[in-house]
């Protein structure tokens, strides 16, 4: 299991999204998103990472892509995002069975849900209008063929996570697991930061999650 140590700094002294991406990236820890949990079907590996921070209020992501042949389809929140090029925080609290799943395509289209099973689940409609989204897109030519690097960036409050007003996540430890995936990509793909291991892509698997260590 992996662990990722999360550093906790003071973001609200960052006027824009520009100034805490920047800041992100040079402050916040890093996980790559390099396993190919099922190689034979799904080769397909992309180079991904996500840099990661608090401020004991809210959790900011930024995800880095590299090289996608990609697919925005979904324009909606709510929507199969995963079936475009897609990003993933899954997460459940210490000593819960329960867990979230936040995830977001290209564009920015957001999918989160509580989840008691995989099946059994609770969509976080007002959560999700709290949370800050910002993508990015570089289109070029490699190869011969158009590819993309993408980011995106999420500004996640605790209260989407699970964490009431008077809790902090200074201090906290959290199970997870970050994730791309693209179900209908020009190159399906199913990669996580921690491994998965069983014979079909699955993401909803908290078994397999692994730790992240809030400051």
């Given at each position: 299991?992996?662990?990722?140590?999360?550093?906790?700094?003071?973001?609200?002294?960052?006027?824009?999204?520009?100034?805490?991406?920047?800041?992100?990236?040079?402050?916040?820890?890093?996980?790559?998103?390099?396993?190919?949990?099922?190689?034979?079907?799904?080769?397909?590996?992309?180079?991904?990472?996500?840099?990661?921070?608090?401020?004991?209020?809210?959790?900011?992501?930024?995800?880095?892509?590299?090289?996608?042949?990609?697919?925005?389809?979904?324009?909606?929140?709510?929507?199969?995002?995963?079936?475009?090029?897609?990003?993933?925080?899954?997460?459940?609290?210490?000593?819960?069975?329960?867990?979230?799943?936040?995830?977001?395509?290209?564009?920015?289209?957001?999918?989160?849900?509580?989840?008691?099973?995989?099946?059994?689940?609770?969509?976080?409609?007002?959560?999700?209008?709290?949370?800050?989204?910002?993508?990015?897109?570089?289109?070029?030519?490699?190869?011969?063929?158009?590819?993309?690097?993408?980011?995106?960036?999420?500004?996640?409050?605790?209260?989407?996570?699970?964490?009431?007003?008077?809790?902090?996540?200074?201090?906290?430890?959290?199970?997870?697991?970050?994730?791309?995936?693209?179900?209908?990509?020009?190159?399906?793909?199913?990669?996580?930061?921690n491994l998965i291991d069983l014979p079909k892509p699955n993401f909803h698997v908290p078994?397999?999650?692994?730790?992240?260590?809030?400051?």
């Amino acid at each position: 299991m992996k662990i990722l140590h999360v550093p906790n700094h003071h973001f609200l002294q960052r006027e824009t999204s520009f100034d805490k991406i920047n800041f992100l990236l040079e402050s916040g820890a890093e996980a790559n998103i390099d396993q190919v949990n099922w190689k034979n079907d799904f080769p397909k590996l992309l180079p991904v990472s996500v840099r990661v921070a608090h401020d004991g209020e809210t959790l900011y992501l930024y995800y880095q892509v590299t090289g996608e042949a990609i697919r925005a389809i979904n324009t909606e929140d709510f929507g199969s995002v995963w079936k475009d090029s897609c990003v993933e925080f899954f997460m459940q609290r210490e000593g819960e069975v329960a867990y979230r799943n936040f995830e977001c395509n290209i564009l920015g289209s957001l999918l989160a849900a509580h989840h008691e099973t995989r099946e059994k689940s609770t969509l976080l409609i007002t959560e999700v209008q709290s949370i800050i989204r910002k993508s990015s897109i570089f289109h070029r030519y490699e190869d011969g063929r158009q590819v993309c690097d993408w980011t995106l960036y999420l500004e996640i409050p605790k209260y989407a996570m699970g964490f009431a007003e008077h809790e902090t996540l200074a201090g906290q430890k959290i199970r997870a697991n970050f994730y791309k995936c693209g179900d209908e990509t020009p190159e399906s793909h199913f990669i996580s930061w921690n491994l998965i291991d069983l014979p079909k892509p699955n993401f909803h698997v908290p078994q397999f999650f692994g730790l992240l260590e809030l400051e």
